[in-house]
């Protein structure tokens, strides 16, 4: 049975947030967690005559795809910007090519953990602008992203 609160003007929701929130499956597994979701927990409510009523809900956001890629790096091991590295948020089945300007490809990777240090073929690559594709999709494998750009490589 439901408890009904009284909402007023007055009424001030106390909200508990609990992200990420581990799932444990039995006892002794591992915990299940899931990145592309925030976790919600309502924990009480207090009403117009400051009386704290307890309330069980949970909602979840889910976050949406999404893909950033910066537009130049400098490869000259001062340990910033060292290296090109794609940023993503709900993808699966990662990706990433990356040409220089005759169309030629000098870096393929499909780990998005993994960065482009600037080099081609054993050797430091060229000065200058390179073109990269990101091909992704979504966590639930509902949605597909496709993504292109220019990247500097500043030396």
């Known amino acids: 049975m439901l408890n009904k609160i009284k909402y007023s003007f007055l009424t001030v929701i106390i909200v508990l947030i609990i992200a990420p929130l581990f799932l444990f499956i039995a006892q002794n597994s591992k915990p299940v967690y899931n ?6 927990r309502i924990v009480a409510v207090r009403n117009e005559n400051d009386q704290i009523v307890s ?13 950033y890629a910066p537009n130049a790096f400098t490869p000259d091991g001062d340990g910033v910007n060292d290296q090109f590295t794609i940023v ?11 040409f220089n300007r005759w169309g030629q490809m000098v870096y393929k990777s499909e780990d998005i953990t993994v960065s482009w240090s600037g080099d081609f073929q054993g050797s430091p690559a060229p000065m ?24 500097v490589l500043i030396r």
Do not use: C, H, W
């Open 128 to 151: 200058g602008t390179y073109v990269y594709k990101v091909k992704t999709n979504a966590f639930d494998g509902g949605e597909r992203m496709i993504k292109s750009g220019t990247v």
């Open 88 to 98: 993503g948020q709900g993808a699966i089945d990662y990706k990433l090519e990356i």
């Open 55 to 67: 309330v069980s809900n949970t909602i979840s956001v889910e976050k949406p795809l999404a893909i």
């Open 35 to 40: 990145e592309n979701l925030d976790i919600y």
